[in-house]
C-alpha cells in the first residue's frame, strides 16, 4: 500500500480490469453443499478467489476446557494453500496474518449466530484458500456465513463482506490485488441485511468523507452479495433431492432385496 | 465425538459381514472402482493444478516451481517434494495442527511413487552453480471419502503433466510468463492402486467406511513397466502370494487409470 504511484490504477474513469468504481470483479459465483463429509459448505470464486467452506458442528467440545455452559464457541480457521498466489511457493501451516483473520470473521459470525442455543458445543469453520487474488478474508466470510446456513445452524442474520479501498485518488469498490498493493486505503467490512458493521478493518490513508463514502458502497455492495447467498439456496434446494445427491447414491447402491 | 470412534466396530462387523457373503456396502465388486473424475489447470496462479474426485474422496494438487539451492549430494539437479495435508475441512477425523503421522505417510508414499518413477528429469533443470529448478507439489484433501492415496497420486501426476514452466531470463524466474511444460511420458506417470484386506478378504478401492474398519492395506504403486512404490499400512498381514496377485491386479487397473493422463 502507498507504493509505487507510477502504476496508473485509473484511467479515464475506468479501473485497471475496466471496471467501474462501484463493480464487482467478476466471476462471482457461489455454491452451497459442494463437500460430503462436512455438515454445511460452500464454494466462492470471486475474481481469481477460489475459496471453499466447510463447517462442523455444533458437536461436543474437545477439548473441554473450550466448552462454554452459555453458549456455543465457534472455532474459525483460516488457510491458504501453497500454490494460492502466483508468487512463490507459500508455506503450510498457521501464521500471524491467517490467525487474525480467523479472529476477526469468527467475531463476525458470533454476532449472527444463534450460538445461545447450542450451549457447551463447538461449531467449526473451516475456510480453505485454494487461489488468492486480494479481498479473500471478506469472501471466506461471505462464503462462511452460507456454509453456516447450509449446515442448518440458525442465525440472526446473514452476513457478507467486501473491501472497498483507495486508489488513484479514488474509492473503490472491491479493491482487487493491483489496487491493495500499489493504492493508498484498504478497508475490508461486512455487514448484515439491517446495517450493522460486524467486521471492520483499515489500513492506509483515508479522509473522514472518504471513509464515510466507503462505508455507504460497502453496504450497498453487501445487497449484492446477499443476493448471491439467497440465489445459492435457491438453486440448492429447488433441485430435487434425488439429483442432489446423485453421487452419495451411486456411492452407496444398496438394494436391500439383495442383503 | 467422533462418529468414527463410536460407530467404528459396529461398522467392521457390518461390512465384515457382507464381504463375507462376497457383497460389498456400496454393491461394487471387489475390485471395482468408484467413479474418477479428474480437472486440471483449476488454480490458474500454480504452475500446475488438479482436481481429482474418486467417488466422494476431493483432493486438489498443485505445482509452485522456484529457483533454489540444490541438495548438497545433487548439486547439478532440480529438487522435487511432494508434500500433503489432510484438511479439518475434509473430515470430522482430521484435527487442524502440525501433520501427524498419517499425513506425513500419505505426503511421502505419493512422493515416492512420483520420484521413483522419475517421472521428471530433474537433470534437466540445472540454472547455474548453486541454482536448480524446485518442484513443489502440495496435496489437499479437501473431502474424504477413503481412499487418499490413489486419487492423491492422480492428482500429484497429473498437475505436473499440465503444468507450464515459467520463463527464467538472467538466472531470474519470470512468473505469469510460461515457457512451454515438462513434456512427461505418459507410460513413466505412476498410478497407485490401494488394497485394502478386511478378515479375508481383499478389496480396491475402499470407501470412507470400508477404510475405517480395514485390517490392513497395501498400496502399490506402478507405472508401465515397474511397480514404483509400495506401503503396506496397518496391523494386519499379507502373504506373499497375496502381495504379488495384487501387483498384478495393479499393473491390469492402470490400463483403466492411465487414460486419466491423456
Not at chain 1, 466470510?141 to 473491501?163: F, H, K, S
Not at chain 2, 482430521?94 to 522419475?118: K, L, M, N, W
Amino acid at each position: 500500500m502507498g507504493g509505487d504511484s507510477n502504476i496508473e490504477l485509473i484511467k479515464d474513469g475506468k479501473r485497471l480490469d475496466g471496471r467501474g468504481f462501484d463493480d464487482f470483479r467478476k466471476p462471482l459465483t457461489l455454491e452451497v453443499g459442494v463437500l460430503q463429509e462436512a455438515d454445511g459448505s460452500a464454494y466462492i470464486e470471486w475474481g481469481m478467489n477460489k475459496i471453499l467452506v466447510g463447517v462442523f458442528g455444533p458437536k461436543e467440545a474437545i477439548p473441554k476446557h473450550l466448552a462454554d455452559p452459555d453458549k456455543a464457541t465457534i472455532r474459525c480457521i483460516y488457510t491458504m494453500s501453497t500454490f494460492a498466489s502466483l508468487e512463490e511457493h507459500g508455506r503450510m501451516g498457521p501464521n500471524r496474518r491467517a490467525n487474525e483473520i480467523g479472529k476477526v470473521v469468527r467475531e463476525a459470525l458470533e454476532n449472527v449466530v444463534m450460538v445461545e442455543k447450542f450451549p457447551s458445543t463447538i461449531i467449526d469453520v473451516y475456510m480453505m484458500v485454494l487461489q488468492a487474488e486480494g479481498g479473500t478474508r471478506v469472501a471466506s466470510l461471505t462464503g462462511a456465513a452460507a456454509a453456516l446456513i447450509n449446515a442448518g445452524i440458525p442465525m440472526r442474520e446473514p452476513i457478507a463482506g467486501v473491501a472497498v479501498g483507495k486508489a488513484g485518488g479514488h474509492v473503490l469498490l472491491d479493491i482487487g490485488k493491483e489496487e491493495d498493493n500499489y493504492g493508498q486505503a484498504d478497508v475490508p467490512m461486512a455487514f448484515t441485511p439491517s446495517g450493522d458493521i460486524v467486521l471492520l478493518q483499515m489500513d492506509g490513508m483515508m479522509t473522514r468523507e472518504e471513509i464515510a463514502k466507503a462505508l455507504d458502497m460497502a453496504q450497498e455492495g453487501s445487497k449484492k452479495l446477499f443476493d448471491l447467498q439467497r440465489k445459492a439456496f435457491e438453486k440448492e434446494y429447488a433441485e430435487p433431492l434425488g439429483k442432489k445427491l446423485s453421487l452419495k447414491e451411486e456411492e452407496s447402491k444398496v438394494d436391500i432385496h439383495k442383503l | 465425538m467422533s462418529k468414527f470412534s463410536v460407530l467404528s466396530k459396529v461398522r467392521k462387523e457390518f461390512i465384515t459381514s457382507f464381504l463375507d457373503k462376497g457383497k460389498r456396502v456400496d454393491g461394487r465388486d471387489f475390485m471395482e472402482y468408484r467413479h474418477i473424475e479428474a480437472e486440471t489447470n483449476v488454480v490458474e496462479n500454480a504452475e500446475g493444478s488438479a482436481l481429482v474426485r474418486l467417488g466422494t474422496t476431493q483432493i486438489i494438487a498443485g505445482l509452485k516451481v522456484e529457483i533454489v539451492e540444490p541438495f548438497p549430494q545433487e548439486p547439478d539437479r532440480g529438487i522435487m517434494i511432494t508434500n500433503a495435508e489432510l484438511l479439518p475441512l475434509a473430515s470430522e477425523n482430521f484435527e487442524p495442527g502440525p501433520p501427524d503421522e498419517r499425513t506425513i505417510e500419505f505426503a511421502r508414499v505419493v512422493d515416492r511413487g512420483i520420484r521413483s518413477a522419475e517421472v521428471v528429469d530433474l537433470s534437466k533443470y540445472y540454472i547455474d552453480e548453486g541454482k536448480v529448478l524446485g518442484f513443489f507439489v502440495d496435496l489437499y484433501v479437501l473431502d474424504y471419502g477413503g481412499n487418499l492415496f490413489d486419487a492423491g497420486t492422480l492428482a500429484a501426476a497429473l498437475a505436473l503433466k499440465t503444468a507450464r514452466l515459467p520463463k527464467i531470463e538472467n538466472g531470474e524466474l519470470i512468473r505469469g510468463e510460461y515457457s512451454g511444460g515438462l513434456d512427461l511420458d505418459i507410460n513413466k506417470l505412476p498410478t497407485s492402486t490401494t488394497f485394502t484386506k478386511i478378515g479375508d478378504n481383499i478389496i480396491l478401492d475402499p470407501n470412507v467406511d470400508e477404510e475405517m474398519a480395514y485390517d490392513s492395506q497395501l498400496v502399490v504403486t506402478v507405472n508401465d513397466d515397474y511397480v514404483v512404490a509400495m506401503q503396506k499400512r496397518g496391523t494386519g498381514s499379507f502373504k506373499k502370494s497375496e502381495v504379488l496377485n495384487l501387483v498384478d491386479k495393479s499393473f491390469e487397473k492402470r490400463k483403466d487409470l492411465k487414460k486419466l493422463y491423456g
